[in-house]
């Protein structure tokens, strides 16, 4: 088990990466278990990306793969989800 917490650097609060546990202090609604697909990183099955509750829908029809990781961005996707992120015009890809 590993846990993401991701702050604004204006929040207050610092982002932090646990392992073994999660912190309830900074954790709300259900918890989800994914099976690794991708055994080598860690890689779980994507369904959908959302953005302010709006999908992006980059996954439709097809097979997606996302793994987790503290230290890497945009150059661990495929090309073309990056294609199709930059495509939504989201002010946090932009480069």
Known sequence: MFAFYMTDKDAG???DLTLGYFDK???TGEMSWNDVKFKYMFGV???DVKVGGQSLG???GRECL???DSGTSLMSMPSWA???LMQKNIPSFDN
């Open 82 to 84: 990056e294609k199709a």
């Open 66 to 68: 996302i793994t987790f």
């Open 45 to 47: 099955k994507l369904d």
């Open 58 to 60: 980059v996954c439709e």
């Open 25 to 27: 202090e900074k954790f």
């Open 13 to 15: 609060i610092q982002s």
